[in-house]
């Protein structure tokens, strides 16, 4: 009888402890990353640095968030101001020059969007604007008390439809995050590069990173616009330390710095959309690989056709979208690290398209941020209603 009672409370200690081992797992692992004052981007006045009843609050999300065609874009970029978001992005069309200019969207709950104004808007250009053409990736960052919008464009002309020949950054600045935005300079670099994105470090240095065959950085004087020193080409999607994944191609870097480890994310488009992440104990590198795994992404094998190849055997995620990438990082409605991208569905067509408009539209997509095991990391992509207690 003491034996068998021994043995029933044995087994209920240890229920006990698997589940008190269980609740703390479950509890680190769902908990979105919270904002440490030693990470970037800066976030304006957040109403939720202390969050009033914690416990008590609950935001549901479905992806993607937007399924409006006339405010669709790529490359989704907030930015938190007060109790409002706003987003800028890459505005259809996309593959052929020119598109209308930078959209700025406007949310007072993060779900709902609607447009709030052109930034750039292409029609009032003059006709020998040198940034006319395209204007991929916008990005609104707040530094220094201001706020700096950083576009990437150039002119099109009959004999380079695309803008390619010229397509470089630019950089505006204005008092407010909805303008009006003038220009501060560019190009910033002679040279085709795009994607480009700007860091603060905690001693105010100013560092951009861009892309253009590769990924590249330089240090900034930010209120001249200039590049201090030399554009540095630091990684190429065919290095040799890199994994077949990344060979396609890589672009769309944004950095975070926590406790004195600098992150770079990037996007692949190898295998569909998939989102990588740097490392470095320095905001100029060198950088190596956080993870030999994309931390975020989708992958579909007939997606990319004979680009996919060089990635080698692989499945497809379960998941209805051949696209979501090209992510940045800002603050959700519980004070905590989120990301956006766009994301795209899956309908088995080559990329890119002949038809871009035959192409399913390019929607916002936000998922919460996660740090586990010395890396930052994102969950998904969610494609069914999701649940977020704070």
């Known amino acids: 009888m003491r034996k068998q009672s021994f043995t029933l409370v044995s087994r209920f200690w240890l229920k006990a402890i698997c589940f008190v081992l269980l609740f703390f797992i479950f509890n680190t692992e769902t908990k979105a990353q919270v904002v440490n004052s030693d990470e970037q981007p ?14 008590r609050h609950v935001f549901r999300y479905t992806n993607p968030i937007t399924q409006d065609t006339t405010i669709s874009m790529r490359d989704y970029c907030i930015i938190r101001v007060g109790s409002k978001w706003y987003c800028t992005g890459t505005s259809l069309p996309v593959w052929t020059g020119p598109n209308p200019g930078v959209r700025l969207l406007v949310s007072d709950d993060m ?6 104004s052109w930034l750039i808007d292409a029609t009032k250009l003059a006709p020998d604007c040198p940034y006319n053409g395209r204007f991929w990736a916008p990005e609104i960052h707040f ?7 950083i576009v990437n464009s150039g002119k099109v002309t009959p004999q380079d439809p695309k803008g390619m020949a010229k397509h470089s950054i630019w950089l505006f ?11 501060v300079n560019g190009p910033l670099t002679p040279q085709y590069n795009n994607d480009a994105t700007l860091f603060e470090d905690s001693d105010g240095q100013v560092y951009m990173y861009c892309s253009g065959n590769g990924l590249f950085q330089a240090k900034l004087d930010l209120a001249k616009g200039e590049i201090i020193g030399e554009l540095q080409k630091f990684r190429t999607a065919r290095d040799t330390a890199n994994p077949r994944w ?6 769309g870097p944004f950095v975070l710095k926590r406790e004195g480890i600098y992150y770079m994310f990037f996007s692949t488009w190898t295998r569909g959309y998939e989102v990588g992440l740097l490392k470095s104990r320095s905001p100029l ?12 992404g989708t992958r579909k094998k007939a997606y990319r056709g004979q680009i996919a190849d060089v990635a080698g055997n692989f499945e497809d995620t379960k998941d209805p979208y051949c ?3 090209h992510n940045s990082i800002f603050e959700g409605p519980d004070g905590k690290l989120w990301s956006s991208c766009h994301f795209v ?11 871009e408009m035959a192409e399913p539209k390019p929607q916002m997509g936000i998922e919460p941020v996660y740090f586990r095991n010395g890396l930052f990391t994102i969950d998904g992509p969610t494609w069914k209603e999701q649940t977020v207690k704070y």
Do not use: C, R
């Not at 530094?143 to 919008?149: I, S």
């Not at 600045?173 to 220009?183: I, R």
């Not at 990344?246 to 672009?251: D, F, L, N, S, V």
């Open 42 to 55: 800066a976030f304006i006045n957040s109403p939720n640095k202390s969050v009033k009843n914690p416990g």
């Open 173 to 183: 600045s204005a008092d407010k995050v909805t303008g009006p935005y003038k220009l």
């Open 285 to 296: 590198g060198p950088w190596e690989l956080a993870s030999p795994d994309p931390i975020f």
């Open 143 to 149: 530094m220094k008390g201001k706020y700096w919008l």
């Open 111 to 116: 779900i709902h969007w609607k447009q709030d």
């Open 246 to 251: 990344m060979w396609g191609g890589i672009e």
């Open 345 to 355: 569905f899956y309908k088995g067509q080559p990329f890119p398209s002949v038809n």
């Open 323 to 325: 696209e979501t990438g």
